[in-house]
């Protein structure tokens, strides 16, 4: 049996570039997916950042749709529009991002396998023992690395078993594709504790006469993502008659360790997902490239216990904790406002004061500035009643127990 230095299971962006950066290096690299196509089957709204695009070259192709203007729609209807200096963040076809991100990997030299369910795994002092099942023939794998990576975005089968971690919480998030009659003008953001608790739903144009719609919420979402397409469906002209909606659960913040022994987690498998928006292509890819730079060293030198991988876990929560636990907690607190707050909070908005305050501070990937600053503007907390102590938030990671 062959031993390759690194298995990950798991195709997304998160498994897929941290595959691509090991063999680079000249790694064996075995990858895992148990769909029959990498990036199939998979719901996100497939937003992603000017960022990262400039940081990993990612296929300008893969673009539909840019995002510089948006509209944000309150309560009663009350809408404030934002237009930005230049492109925030673009709109791409996730699949298309996955089977791009895949070529990438096997040309660089990565074994990747599809159709491979992975039902078992067996670490001890030597090697980790993976293994499957192969979904068209039914035939059992049993394949050999030196360390495991688990890239399986929300699937924690495995966590408590390898004595990892798991989110604090989830929110839940529905999301379809609609044609429309009209080009619809750009990407809208809904908030309403009535309409999205806890959240809030939106509509992103990907073509002249298609958008892609979707909510999130605390609890159920099948009932409010129904309400949501009855309550706004007429002003995207929607034409569709019957619709394929797609449900998933968001991990929210993190409880415990990302690492044990030959074992690490990456992407939304280790709660590498932005809490105030639910996206993780992002901070996954980047969660990825810290995972890297610390197995690096960690297989030349063939220290691959926890204490050795631990550095991986530090660096990475150093560089986006604050930004995790800060926006769980600032998410919790706005989940909190009943939508008579939401309503004073949109006509405050309204004044230019406050958009000044977005075109100085807004990142799509990196949010904890901006709400910080919002909250610290004395007319926003006598505004919403905000305690003092979360104007100025102490923010301490919540992996370290």
Excluded at 116 to 145: A, M, Q
Excluded at 257 to 281: F, L, M
């Amino acid at each position: 049996m062959k031993m390759f230095d690194v298995i990950i299971v798991g195709g997304g962006p998160a498994g897929l570039h941290l595959g691509i950066l090991l063999a680079k290096e000249g790694y064996s690299v075995l990858l895992l997916d148990n769909r029959d196509i990498i990036g199939s089957q998979k719901i996100c709204t497939g937003i992603v950042g000017e960022e990262a695009f400039l940081k990993w070259n990612l296929p300008r192709e893969l673009v539909l749709s840019s995002i510089q203007n948006m509209k944000f729609v309150g309560p009663k209807n009350i809408e404030i529009n934002y237009h930005h200096y230049e492109p925030l963040a673009h709109v791409v076809n996730r699949h298309e991002l996955d089977l791009a991100l895949a070529k990438r990997a096997i040309d660089n030299g990565v074994s990747v396998r599809s159709n491979s369910k992975v039902e078992h795994i067996h670490v001890d002092s030597n090697n980790v023992l993976v293994v499957g099942r192969n979904n068209l023939d039914k035939i059992t794998f049993y394949e050999k690395g030196r360390i495991l990576v688990l890239a399986t975005g929300v699937n924690y089968k495995f966590h408590k078993k390898l004595q990892l971690g798991c989110p604090e919480s989830f929110l839940n998030a529905a999301q379809t594709h609609i044609y429309v009659s009209n080009p619809m003008e750009c990407t809208t953001c809904y908030v309403s504790r009535k309409l999205a608790p806890g959240a809030f739903a939106w509509a992103v144009p990907i073509s002249q006469n298609q958008i892609r719609v979707g909510l999130m919420a605390e609890g159920a979402v099948h009932s409010l993502f129904n309400v949501f397409l009855e309550n706004y469906g007429h002003t995207w002209k929607k034409i569709d008659s019957s619709l394929t909606i797609g449900y998933k659960p968001i991990a929210q913040g993190w409880k415990g360790s990302i690492v044990s022994d030959r074992v690490i987690a990456v992407g939304e498998a280790a709660g590498q997902v932005k809490t105030t928006t639910g996206g993780g292509i992002y901070y996954g890819m980047l969660g990825s490239e810290i995972a890297a730079e610390i197995l690096f060293d960690c297989l030349r030198k063939n220290t691959l216990k926890k204490k050795d991988l631990y550095a991986y876990e530090k660096k990475i929560w150093n560089k986006i904790g604050s930004e995790i636990r800060g926006g769980y907690i600032l998410r919790k607190f706005f989940s909190e406002l009943d939508d008579c707050q939401i309503e004073k909070l949109f006509k405050f908005a309204q004044r230019d004061g406050l958009l000044k305050i977005l075109q100085n501070y807004i990142h799509f990937d990196w949010h904890l500035s901006l709400l910080l600053s919002v909250l610290s503007l004395p007319s926003i907390h006598n505004l919403l009643g905000i305690r003092k102590d979360l104007i100025h938030l102490n923010i301490k990671p919540s992996w370290k127990n």
